[in-house]
């Protein structure tokens, strides 16, 4: 006697029933996998972000730190300003290795988008700067040489927005000054995609900041004392000190918070997928209750007919968790546009990060979940007394 075959035709009787509860497994895997892949992207686009920017510490004039590193992350407005004389303050310590000042400035710009949005610029040491970033490679020209030349540096994304090559002229609205686009780089995954550089001497001069910066990244000596130096730099006026790597840590226990909710809504819906399980394998084995008790009578063994409604469920949940991962394959791109839409900040780079790692962690999950929610109903048929089933089938 096959059981193996017998469970098989016996979820092709009700298709319909068997479609749903693998649909409500595959709901539920889709869930975890996808709440996985998105635990481990962000946590590596986050890291990312941070180490691209080529330094440990930021200094920025005195206000919200965390909001400063944002925008200096992703780029934005409402910085406040500190005076360029703090370079050489900083200088004077001895773990500091290299400096980088940046001014970052945003104008509207009425021609972007349906309503208009804020074009954001960044100024930066034409020294300092592109080394700071070795990582960044071109797809045309170079950067600029001279601090106060007229000329622009775009990111990728920038580039494809602007629809500008080397070469062209870009007019910067508010301000009416013609900038020539000295370089355009690859897309790195970073938020220097998404940037316009200036020279941080041509930023000060447009935008009447000359002597202000909005920031000034520092890059530390090779087990050097950090802590050391922020303590020393915390007794600087009107400057306050970011530490990149406290950031980070803040945003991720903020992370961490919110997916511990979200794993828990999760749960429930594991939950639930187990109880539609239970609902469907039990329905199952109480109307078959004869048929059971006539394979029991042809010798089945209480083993043969355990193994036999337990690889139903192993069926449904194993058909029903490959297709929930298969299916967080196909939208990661549809949950990384909507996590994008409902963060106040994500970083670049794929948000949903599915391995096979992921995948099959959250298949043994699933199986292991709906395997454990079979016992009871194997169980129970485990436990059909042969004469007694036919005998109720009788009186029925």
């Avoid at 992207?41 to 972000?49: K, S, V």
């Avoid at 006026?237 to 794993?263: F, G, H, Y």
């Avoid at 839409?341 to 599915?354: E, H, Q, S």
Wanted: hydrophobic share 50%; aromatic share 8%; with cysteine.
């Amino acid at each position: 006697m096959n059981v193996y075959a017998i469970a098989y035709k016996n979820l092709l009787r009700k298709k319909t029933r068997t479609a749903l509860t693998a649909g409500g497994i595959a709901l539920s895997a889709w869930v975890l996998a996808t709440l996985l892949g998105f635990n481990r992207g962000y946590q590596q686009g986050l890291n990312r972000d941070i180490d691209n920017m080529g330094f440990q510490v930021l200094l920025t004039a005195k206000g919200c730190p965390y909001e400063a590193a944002t925008l200096m992350l992703k780029g934005g407005t409402g910085l406040r300003y500190m005076p360029e004389a703090v370079v050489k303050t900083v200088y004077k310590n001895p773990e500091v290795d290299r400096v980088t000042p940046m001014l970052m400035h945003g104008v509207f710009d009425p021609d972007k988008g349906e309503n208009g949005a804020v074009a954001a610029y960044l100024g930066v040491d034409a020294g300092s700067f592109p080394e700071m970033k070795p990582y960044l490679e071109f797809k045309q020209g170079g950067w600029f040489s001279d601090n106060n030349a007229y000329m622009a540096v775009l990111g990728y994304e920038a580039a494809e927005l602007e629809q500008r090559e080397v070469g062209d002229k870009m007019l910067i609205p508010g301000v009416d000054k013609e900038i020539t686009v000295a370089g355009v780089l690859k897309r790195s995954g970073s938020q220097d995609d998404g940037t316009i550089f200036l020279p941080i001497g041509t930023v000060q001069n447009i935008f009447n900041r000359k002597g202000l910066l909005t920031g000034l990244g520092i890059k530390v000596k090779k087990g050097a004392d950090i802590s050391a130096l922020e303590n020393r730099l915390y007794d600087l006026p009107d400057v306050q000190v970011v530490s990149m790597s406290a950031v980070k840590a803040t945003i991720m226990n903020l992370v961490n918070s919110a997916r511990v909710i979200v794993l828990g809504i999760a749960g429930i819906a594991l939950i639930i997928a187990m109880a539609g399980v239970v609902n469907t394998v039990l329905m199952s084995v109480m109307e078959r209750y004869a048929e059971i008790g006539i394979i029991k009578s042809m010798g089945a063994m209480p083993a043969d007919i355990f193994r036999m409604i337990w690889t139903e469920t192993a069926v449904l949940c194993g058909l029903g968790g490959a297709f929930g991962i298969g299916l967080a394959f196909v939208t990661a791109r549809l949950a990384d546009a909507a996590v994008r839409y409902f963060l106040p900040y994500a970083p670049n780079g794929a948000l949903v990060a599915l391995d096979w790692r992921i995948c099959a962690s959250a298949f043994v999950l699933i199986v292991v979940g709906g395997l454990a929610s079979g016992v009871y109903p194997a169980w129970r048929a485990a436990r059909v007394r042969p004469l007694e089933a036919i005998r109720i089938e009788g009186e029925q």
